[in-house]
């Protein structure tokens, strides 16, 4: 829920600024987006390096590159980025979770 409020003020300010500030609107998202893979990354970790909240936000990152790659409101560098997010926010918690549970076993 949390990248679906994200995306949807990030396309409200896509519509509502100045023209002027529509070359610093990918390096905006991209930012917005390294926030994002922080905050899940978090949440996964204070919950033990549970999956299930990350595969969620990985499934909303993929759509939002899919839009971005592939839509009306094309930007490849948020594209891109939201790809590599969406690897992180699901492999460093898998890696996490197979470090503490091997951590747990000796």
């Known amino acids: 829920m949390a990248l679906a ?3 949807n003020i990030a396309a409200a ?3 509502t600024v100045p023209a002027d500030w529509e070359s610093a609107a990918s390096v905006v998202g991209v930012i917005v987006l390294v926030v994002v893979a922080a ?3 978090g949440v996964s970790a204070s919950g033990g390096w549970r999956i299930a909240p ?3 936000i990985a499934w909303g990152l993929g759509w939002l ?3 971005r790659l592939l839509g009306d409101l094309i930007d490849v560098p948020i594209g891109i ?6 690897v992180i ?3 460093v918690p898998i890696v996490g979770r197979f ?3 091997r951590t747990l076993a000796d």
Request: net charge neutral; no cysteine; proline share 0%.
């Open 54 to 56: 990350v595969l969620s």
């Open 81 to 86: 980025t939201a790809i590599i997010v969406a």
């Open 39 to 41: 905050v899940a990354l």
């Open 65 to 67: 590159a899919v839009a």
């Open 99 to 101: 470090m503490r549970e």
């Open 5 to 7: 409020t994200v995306a």
């Open 13 to 15: 300010l896509t519509a």
């Open 89 to 91: 926010v699901l492999i």
